[in-house]
């Protein structure tokens, strides 16, 4: 991984907010950081009602005791607590909506209020904290920095890695589990090969939530609570698409957050933060720049090549073309920054499946963390079966995001549950709380534990 250090919010018609992603480390940081605040207090039509009330949210979420946020804020909406709608359009469109809506695909009328205020909290966090990073991302294409070298790794310590199996039925007898089946299929045709059927004597379901709700049978969800509340929990689409430029457009050393895009639209130029990747050997030298793209909101409709119509209903050229208009309508305000010429390629995600115009499906959508979904949500080991794990971003976690670090802390949670299951005696992997501040805060969190008990 490596640090990204800014952040952009760019918009129509005004001047693009950059701002550092951490505690400023020089003069020229500092001053850029004063530059933005000002900007955000004064340009972008947040009355100063609507920002004082911000800063009151955010006091009453970090002097807020454990039992209040799970009581309270877990069952209330972002956007109720927010009070959303009885401010002005300016505080719904960037501190209410477009925050959320942006960074984690979550309507903000749908996330919980503990589960948005207290990941909005952490950002602005390491904002400000000396030495912290807000935003780090990797040093190479994801399968080169991260999931080749990872299987390697696996395969090296004699893990059987079966890539193209997909796992169709959880067979069980009583509360445990003993077995599992499905068939091969290729990628990304999802053609069926062959069957397979495999057993162990420990089980972890890696899979996504929804995978879990629909794709694959398990009977088990009849007779142990945790699995069938895995029904309940709610995703939402989420998917990315990636252009290639035959010139290298850096836009700002970090994620430029396109806040008015109808489709909530985030973006970061990769080539920056790629030193040893050879550009030359990209279709011949002629791909020079990429452009990673992720678009939240699949169902808002399109302005331009969409014809009106949401993400979800439109063609990938009609996507293509839709997210690049809405892209250039951002950022080409005083220069133009992108140009239709500079566009060699685009590749979207395959995961959006289109067998007709009509009805895309997602294979791969994003949970969100929706008012009151903390009581669905599972731990990573369920007493009543006591060999099947789950490890994946539903489940119960310090990080309480869709996350890759959510996912990671489950799978630490998962093997610590074998470990125990076990009875090794190896050492158990490491979790941490997120990082709260301390002194005053502590205090009045413990003043309102009191208060939280006696009303
Ligand atoms: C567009 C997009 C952008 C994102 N950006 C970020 C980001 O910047 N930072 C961040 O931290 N998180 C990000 N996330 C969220 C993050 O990717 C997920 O929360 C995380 O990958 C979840 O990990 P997981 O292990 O639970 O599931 P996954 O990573 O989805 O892994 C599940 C695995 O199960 C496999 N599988 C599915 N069905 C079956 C089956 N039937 N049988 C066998 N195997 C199966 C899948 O192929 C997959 O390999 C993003 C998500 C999306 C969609």
Redesign the pocket.
């Known amino acids: 991984l490596t640090q990204s250090t800014r952040i952009e919010v760019a918009q129509r018609g005004r001047r693009a907010l950059i701002s550092p992603a951490q505690f400023p480390r020089s003069v020229g940081e500092l001053e850029m950081a004063l530059r933005s605040g000002w900007d955000f207090a004064t340009q972008l039509g947040i009355p100063i009602g609507d920002q004082l009330h911000f800063y009151e949210l955010l006091r009453r979420l970090l002097c807020a005791c454990d039992a209040r946020r799970f009581g309270e804020f877990e069952n209330e909406s972002w956007w109720r607590f927010s009070g959303a709608q009885q401010r002005s359009p300016g505080y719904r469109r960037y501190l209410a909506d477009g925050l959320t809506r942006t960074l984690v ?1 979550a309507r903000a009328r749908e996330m919980s209020a503990r589960t948005g205020g207290y990941i909005l909290l952490q950002l602005l966090q390491d904002m400000v904290r000396p030495g912290a990073q807000v935003d780090r991302v990797l040093n190479a294409p994801t399968n080169q920095a991260w999931i080749d070298p990872w299987l390697s790794h696996l395969r090296s310590l004699g893990v059987d890695y079966r890539l193209g ?4 039925t959880i067979h069980s007898r009583g509360d445990e589990v003993t077995g599992v089946s ?1 068939h091969t299929v290729s990628w990304p045709s999802q053609a069926l090969g062959s069957q397979f059927a495999d057993r162990a004597k420990y089980y972890v379901a ?3 939530v929804e ?1 879990m709700q629909k ?2 049978k398990i009977a088990l969800k009849r007779r142990v609570p945790e699995l069938g509340k895995l029904d309940k929990l709610v995703y939402r689409w ?3 698409i990636v252009f290639y430029l035959t010139e290298d457009v850096p836009l700002v050393h970090g994620h430029t957050i396109i806040i008015d895009s109808p489709w909530a639209l985030t973006a970061i130029s990769q080539r920056q933060f790629w030193p040893q990747v050879d550009f030359s050997r990209f279709a011949g030298g002629k791909v020079q720049g990429i452009l990673s793209v ?2 939240s909101d699949w169902e808002a409709n399109g302005s331009y090549a969409a014809k009106g119509k949401p993400a979800k209903a439109c063609s990938k050229h009609e996507i293509a073309a839709e997210v690049w208009a809405q892209l250039k309508a951002s950022l080409n305000d005083d220069e133009e920054v992108l140009r239709d010429d500079m566009r060699f390629d685009w590749f979207l ?1 395959p ?1 959006i499946v289109q067998p007709n115009p009509s009805t895309h499906t997602n294979l ?4 969100v963390n929706t008012k009151g979904s903390w009581r669905y949500r599972p731990e990573a080991a369920m007493p009543e079966v006591p060999n099947l794990f789950l ?4 489940v119960r976690t310090y990080t309480d995001l ?6 990671n802390e ?2 630490r949670r998962a093997v610590n549950a074998i470990l125990k299951a076990t009875g090794s005696d190896a050492e158990l992997c490491r979790l941490w709380k997120l990082r709260e501040p301390g002194g005053p805060f502590t205090l009045a969190r413990l003043a309102d534990q009191l208060v939280y008990r006696v009303t």
Request: charged share 25%.
């Open positions: 695909a199996h997909r796992v169709e499905g890696a899979v996504p995978v794709q694959i989420m998917n990315g992720d678009i995600d995961d791969e959508p994003l949970l490890a994946a971003d539903y869709a996350t890759m670090e959510g996912a489950a799978g």
